[in-house]
């Protein structure tokens, strides 16, 4: 069972070269969510989409933006990366977009920004 | 607001001893809590989660955690730890009303055994 797979599982960028990071589920989940891990900074939530075709601001949405092509798959792409952007990033589902329900994770993105 | 507190960001066991990691929170409405580990270059996985009902949830690889209302805890206990619990655990609980709901986690205990 797949899960949640993400791609890729590194990238090395340079300040403000853009990029996409890609996520999807084979749960047939309705809810998807983006989130980033520092260190000692726990989860954030950057996006999540409730439902195919609807997206919502997370936490620290700034500098990201999403798309959910389908029920499947769940993008985050940044823009102009910038070195405050170098973390973790994890993609998850959930069944509905429901914040009662247990979220599965995908074994995140590891982004460096130079 | 809501929020989540867990004490100690490292906690170093025993091999055989008792697992104890506290998570603390606060919440409006009644609280949906979980409980997440996470292994070295993994993603999180769920251990245990109390939505309503018996106050004592049994997770997975012995794992287990009361919730306690008046104490506002949800501590994660295993009566024997193996080397294979070392691994970053992190507490989280689903709160606020309606579309104002979200998920707040804590900052996560790094858990270390030694042999």
């Known amino acids: 069972n797949a899960g949640v797979t993400q791609t890729p599982k590194f990238q090395v960028l340079k300040t403000g070269q853009s990029m996409t990071l890609q996520c999807a589920q084979d749960?047939?989940?309705?809810?998807m969510y983006w989130y980033r891990q520092d260190p000692g900074m726990g989860l954030r939530l950057i996006y999540y989409s409730a439902s195919e075709g609807t997206t919502d601001k997370g936490e620290v949405p700034n500098g990201y933006n999403v798309s959910r092509l389908n029920k499947r798959e769940f993008s985050l792409r940044l823009e102009s990366a910038a070195p405050s952007q170098t973390s973790v990033y994890f993609c998850?589902?959930?069944?509905?977009?429901?914040?009662?329900?247990?979220?599965?994770f995908g074994d995140g993105t590891r982004l460096s920004i130079l | 607001a809501q929020s989540v507190t867990q004490l100690g960001s490292h906690v170093s066991v025993s091999e055989g001893a008792l697992v104890l990691l506290r998570c603390n929170y606060s919440s409006s409405v009644p609280p949906y809590l979980f409980w997440y580990v996470q292994y070295p270059n993994q993603g999180l996985q769920l251990l245990l989660k109390y939505t309503t009902g018996a106050t004592l949830v049994k997770g997975i690889n012995g794992f287990e955690a009361e919730f306690k209302k008046s104490e506002t805890s949800f501590h994660l206990t295993k009566p024997s730890a193996h080397m294979s619990d070392a691994a970053e655990y992190f507490c989280?609980?689903?709160?606020?009303?309606?579309?104002?709901?979200?998920?707040?986690w804590g900052l996560g205990t790094s858990l270390a055994v030694n042999p």
């Open positions: 989280a609980v689903s709160g606020g009303a309606g579309n104002n709901r979200k998920l707040i």
């Open positions: 749960m047939n989940h309705n809810s």
């Open positions: 998850a589902s959930s069944p509905l977009q429901d914040f009662n329900q247990p979220q599965h």
